[in-house]
């Protein structure tokens, strides 16, 4: 699985961002899907996953409430829409994928990464 992650920018607190990840493959609509996130200085930190089928999602409690995860197996594409962004969700996002169907909260549990986008959120 190749992924290709794209979406972020630049904007202000409270405003909203959809990332995307574009994956190919023929293994993608087996693999379950994550993103991760990593704030300068900080170790990479789970952030949100989906099973494959897109009937189960995982959040951190950090984001819950405020971001959602979706897949289209059709177009092989994740996505993460953040709304309600604050300063301290500024990082890089990488998505991942695990040659398992259910969901994982760690980095050692995805076998394939995408190159990362870029999130500033500003005050």
């Known amino acids: 699985v190749q992924l290709q992650a794209s979406g972020g920018g630049l904007l202000h607190a409270g405003g909203s961002l959809r990332l995307s990840c574009a994956a190919s493959g023929r293994t993608f609509r087996r693999s379950a899907i994550a993103w991760f996130r990593q704030a300068p200085g900080k170790e990479r930190e789970f952030v949100a996953a989906i099973n494959w089928s897109g009937g189960n999602t995982y959040y951190a409690d950090s984001v819950k409430d405020r971001f959602t995860i979706s897949r289209d197996n059709v177009k092989n594409t994740v996505y993460l829409q953040m709304n309600n962004l604050k300063p301290e969700d500024t990082a890089v996002y990488y998505c991942?994928?695990?040659?398992?169907?259910?969901?994982?909260?760690?980095?050692?549990?995805?076998?394939?990464w995408g190159q990362g986008t870029l999130v500033t959120v500003s005050s």
């Open positions: 991942a994928a695990r040659d398992r169907m259910a969901v994982a909260g760690g980095v050692d549990e995805y076998d394939y």
